[in-house]
């Protein structure tokens, strides 16, 4: 099996290391990912300067890139890997991708990019412990690694991916996995405005902590009850029961 992996939080971090670590026990794994963090990059690509790689090890495919994660995924299967891969393992993030952090989360964003170029993939996430900045990523590795292989056993629909949330305190007996759908995040207060020495506003995001819905049934809950969350995600955006109305509004006779 033949495994990209990637990230957003940097070529140089433990979460990367430890997916990396886990999934070479199931398949030859090439890392690409960015040279600094991009986290909330989002699904952004580097269009107006070039590109640089540096290979980082000699023994192994390794590389960092100065650009985002999609630059990484869309540069290592259109140039660096020696063919299309079985898999894109994205991860694993520093943090909880949960409800509309995915529309931010360049972690995620790398997996969509696959998904884009015809690869199945997946978003892996931990949940720091306790609400704390404190972190373990060996049970999201090994979850990562049971899901690559199951993802390549039974495949994905084209144009999707799966997104998992792993909480770091979850030991091995306790890692009950549910699959679930995005939930609501909460974004109060994270606009902070402050006044530099010269008199002038400038502005700080994500300066306040983030916060869930806990709706039934969604990754948020999960996240709550300490339990893994798995949520398809697809590519296609339309919202198929709105179309109907809009067709109503009578907007196709504009320039009859």
Not at 188 to 203: H, M, N, Q
Request: charged residues 25%; aromatic residues 8%; hydrophobic residues 35%.
């Amino acid at each position: 099996m033949l495994i990209l992996v990637s990230n957003d939080d940097g070529f140089f971090t433990e979460g990367i290391r430890s997916l990396a670590k886990a999934l070479k026990k199931i398949g030859d794994v090439w890392v690409v990912a960015p040279d600094r963090e991009q986290s909330a990059s989002g699904h952004s690509l580097t269009l107006h300067r070039p590109l640089r790689v540096k290979k980082v090890s000699r023994d192994h495919h390794e590389y960092a890139v100065d650009g985002t994660p999609t630059d990484c995924v869309n540069l290592a299967i259109n140039r660096l890997l020696p063919r299309k891969p079985d898999i894109v393992v994205s991860g694993i993030n520093r943090g909880a991708n949960l409800g509309d952090d995915v529309t931010y989360s360049g972690t995620v964003a790398a997996a969509l990019e696959a998904a884009l170029l015809g690869v199945p993939a997946i978003a892996v996430s931990a949940i720091p412990k306790n609400g704390e900045d404190e972190y373990s990523y060996d049970g999201a590795a090994d979850f990562a690694a049971y899901l690559a292989q199951k993802t390549v056993e039974h495949s994905l629909e084209p144009y999707m991916i799966l997104n998992v949330n792993v909480p770091s305190e979850t030991e091995v007996g306790e890692r009950r996995c549910v699959i679930c759908k995005m939930g609501k995040r909460v974004y109060d207060d994270v606009l902070e405005e402050r006044i530099d020495p010269r008199g002038r506003p400038y502005y700080w995001l994500g300066g306040a902590s983030v916060k869930s819905r806990i709706d039934a049934d969604t990754d948020c809950e999960a996240a709550e009850k300490n339990r893994i969350s798995l949520t398809p995600i697809q590519l296609d955006m339309t919202k198929y029961s709105f179309l109907p109305k809009l067709q109503s509004w009578g907007l196709e006779q504009y320039g009859d």
